[in-house]
């Protein structure tokens, strides 16, 4: 657990082992943990503004991560293997800006209903698919998926509605959108 009174950043990779790590950047700090060498091998907490999490082995885990400006996860340096993006059951992830997930050629599955994305955006590195469950209100970007799943709150007033970027869903995938667990 690593608690700074601002910004947490590194100078080398890091090889985390356990069952999970959490960082807490100061108020208005930012977590910046984006070197291609860095490994988590358990769940990953975050709360601060900015955050990246870069992990290379595997894929990442989320647990409860929090960021109230902008979220970038990428999984994309991985040699070999999954490289999915996933959370814990009882994990919710939100950003209040954009959150950018690149997972190389593994999934994104961010399916907990307390999540809470501002815009989300799949980078076009992916092959496999992305499932994403909202709070409330959730704004598509640019998303390159084999296919996406995604799921707002029956009761939000904006509900999901896209950027003005482009969906590709490929491989002759399929694309469902829900406004509500119905």
Excluded: H
Aim: hydrophobic residues 35%; negative net charge; charged residues 10%.
């Amino acid at each position: 657990s690593v608690t700074a009174g601002t910004d947490i950043t590194q100078s080398g990779a890091l090889d985390v082992d356990g069952a999970t790590a959490t960082f807490t950047a100061g108020p208005g700090g930012n977590i910046t943990l984006n070197n291609a060498n860095n490994d988590f091998s358990g769940a990953v907490s975050a709360t601060g503004g900015a955050i990246q999490l870069t992990d290379k082995l595997g894929g990442i885990q989320l647990g409860t991560v929090t960021a109230t400006t902008s979220l970038n996860v990428d999984t994309s340096a991985t040699a070999a293997g999954a490289r999915d993006i996933t959370q814990t059951g009882g994990g919710s992830v939100s950003a209040g800006g954009t959150a950018t997930f690149t997972p190389g050629s593994g999934a994104v599955t961010l399916n907990n209903a307390a999540n809470d994305f501002g815009t989300v955006v799949v980078a076009a590195t992916t092959t496999g698919a992305a499932t994403f469950k909202d709070a409330d209100d959730i704004v598509l970007g640019a998303i390159t998926a084999s296919g996406l799943t995604v799921t707002g709150s029956a009761g939000s007033p904006g509900g999901i509605t896209q950027s003005g970027a482009g969906l590709t869903i490929t491989g002759g995938g399929t694309m469902i959108i829900t406004n509500g667990d119905r």
